[in-house]
């Protein structure tokens, strides 16, 4: 209601309302299969720098989760589909940077097709920096925001539906 009437405002002055985002980011508190909790995000490439689509990030909520930064997150369901996200990491630092946050990951969802069902439990196995993988079962909310991403542009090109 306040970006309702803040914008009917800014209409009435005359004034250009700053660009909205394409899509909100959307948030959640998820835990591993060991007990460690990760800050799981969806949102679209906002960076005209990079390609556009959707994209999932990873921060660890703890001090020993640092995800490797070279290798895909598997997602999983239970009828045996398996998806391979790729690694897109260094969209997470400005151009020329190399210092990726160590503790976050970033992956693409453009391979992530046909969209997995919403009815079906997914599991997310994380690649970790000199160890084993960490498992995350995806709670409801998070399966039926995944399940139900609009293809980018990139992603129609790339994934045509049949």
Known sequence: MVRLVAFLL???????????AAADIQRWSQGDTSGDRWLVSLFE?????FEAGWRLRLNGL???????HGRSVAIEDTMGNH?????R???MVPAGETAIPDGSAQFDLAELMPRPSSA????LLVPMQGGADRELVLI???IAAISTLPRAPAE????PVS
């Open 140 to 142: 409801p909310d998070m």
């Open 83 to 87: 998806w391979e996200l790729p690694n």
């Open 120 to 123: 079906l439990p997914l599991r």
């Open 45 to 49: 490439q906002p960076d005209p720098d």
């Open 62 to 68: 703890g001090p020993d989760q640092h995800p490797d």
């Open 10 to 20: 800014i209409l009435g002055l005359g004034i250009a309302p700053p660009a909205l």
């Open 89 to 91: 990491s260094q969209e």
């Open 156 to 159: 129609a090109a790339d994934h």
